[in-house]
């Protein structure tokens, strides 16, 4: 990673539910005294994270916490997406109670997206709901899924099917964690990151490239990208005016293909990959993209080693059966995020089910 600059700050801005998302190195040993600040008389907290993130980082965590006079519970899951299940919520939840937290506890969420949203999820039902902090430590999770509040959990049927909107109280994104990524986890991140460029701002494409190429600031690269995200949140967050429903770029065929595959296949990013290629597609097909701009994207893509061939195996009705489940289609009809062109992007009610088809085996080739 190029070399950090001091901490920076980005502001999500939601009225009293504002707050800050900062990024820097070597933030989590001082975790313990933002959480004071932020979390005042609130003594008591679980500390949510998996098998994975536990023995790298929870120790620094813990301690710190503990320094500012925090009772600070570890509570670990099995690393992966099948732990973002109802029956995971039951079981953190079922310690947090034995740990004795209450209501004037909080839940410090120390992982990838699953963490995030399992952790975040479980804070917004404990005892009807308490505070929590996401401390993100994947390029996903540091880019997109600890901002904004979407927290939740998988059905088998399909994903995130159960949740809610439960602003975090802080972000803390140390990208220091990132050190420690395998190369599958650290790529699939580019998927969101792509995904942002795409639908706000097509200049962020070179500086993509050029993190590729192992000359870009990538700490710079993630304040870029929380910004994007912060903005659109700070528009529409509950997802009500059709703007939030842009971060689903990709989304519609890709949260198929991940549960089709089986929770924990394929990572996130590389199932959202997938599904930037056939919206790519799509969006020259339905929207006047630039055929030129589309492979631009699926070049991109490819230099994280994302997949854009759809593997054997998937079943187009399967695909389709799942697709209809997806939170934006309503009374019947999809509404499913087209480019006209890059750095653009718009919520279309035109596209059909053989369109979906259509995209599908062009992914195939
Ligand atoms: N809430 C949102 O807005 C939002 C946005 C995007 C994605 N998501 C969700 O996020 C999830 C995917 O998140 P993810 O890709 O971070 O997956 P993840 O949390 O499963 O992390 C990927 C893997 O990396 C490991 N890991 C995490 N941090 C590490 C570190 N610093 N060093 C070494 N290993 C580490 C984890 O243990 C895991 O094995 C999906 O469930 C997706 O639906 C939510
Ligand atoms: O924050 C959002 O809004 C997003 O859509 C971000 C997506 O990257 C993320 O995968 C999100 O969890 C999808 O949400 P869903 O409502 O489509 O399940
Ligand atoms: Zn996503």
Excluded at 77 to 102: I, N, W, Y
Excluded at 152 to 180: C, E, R, W, Y
Excluded at 263 to 286: D, N, P, Q
Aim: proline share 3%; with cysteine.
């Amino acid at each position: 990673m190029a070399a950090v600059p001091a901490l920076q700050s980005v502001p999500v801005n939601l009225g009293p539910r504002s707050y800050t998302v900062q990024v820097g190195s070597g933030l989590l040993s001082g975790i313990g005294t933002e959480v004071a600040e932020k979390m005042g008389e609130r003594k008591s907290c679980a500390v949510i994270t998996d098998s994975n993130v536990g023995p790298l980082y929870a120790d620094a965590v813990l301690e710190s916490l503990r320094a500012v006079g925090k009772n600070a519970h570890l509570i670990t899951v099995p690393a992966g997406e099948a732990s973002k299940s109802l029956l995971s919520a039951q079981t953190v939840c079922g310690e947090m109670v034995r740990a004795g937290l209450d209501r004037k506890s909080f839940v410090v969420a120390l992982g990838g997206g699953v963490i995030g949203d399992l952790g975040g999820f479980c804070a917004s039902i404990f005892q009807r709901g308490i505070p929590y902090v996401q401390v993100p430590t994947t390029v996903l999770s540091q880019v997109d899924s600890s901002v904004g509040g979407k927290t939740g959990v998988n059905l088998p049927d399909a994903k995130n099917m159960v949740g809610a909107f439960h602003q975090p109280l802080h972000v803390i994104a140390d990208v220091a964690t990132l050190d420690s990524l395998h190369k599958r986890e650290w790529n699939e991140g580019f998927a969101e990151i792509i995904k942002h460029a795409c639908i706000r701002d097509a200049s962020m494409l070179e500086a993509i490239d050029a993190v590729a190429d192992g000359a870009g600031d990538m700490a710079d690269l993630i304040r870029r990208n929380i910004a994007i995200k912060a903005a659109i949140v700070e528009a529409d967050e509950y997802e009500t005016l059709g703007l939030r429903a842009l971060l689903n770029f990709g989304h519609t065929l890709g949260h198929a293909v991940e549960a089709a595959a089986g929770y924990g296949a394929m990572l996130h990013g590389e199932a959202i990959s997938l599904g930037l290629r056939a919206a790519a597609w799509l969006s020259v097909k339905r929207a006047g993209l630039l055929q030129t701009d589309c492979d631009r994207i699926i070049a991109l893509l490819q230099k994280f080693e994302l997949p854009t061939r759809l593997p054997e195996g998937f079943d187009t009705d399967e695909l389709l059966r799942i697709t209809r489940m997806d939170k934006k289609f309503e009374t019947g009809k999809i509404r499913f995020v087209l480019l006209p062109k890059l750095g653009e992007a718009f919520v279309s009610k035109d596209v059909t089910e053989a369109d979906l088809i259509a995209a599908l085996d062009e992914i195939r080739k």
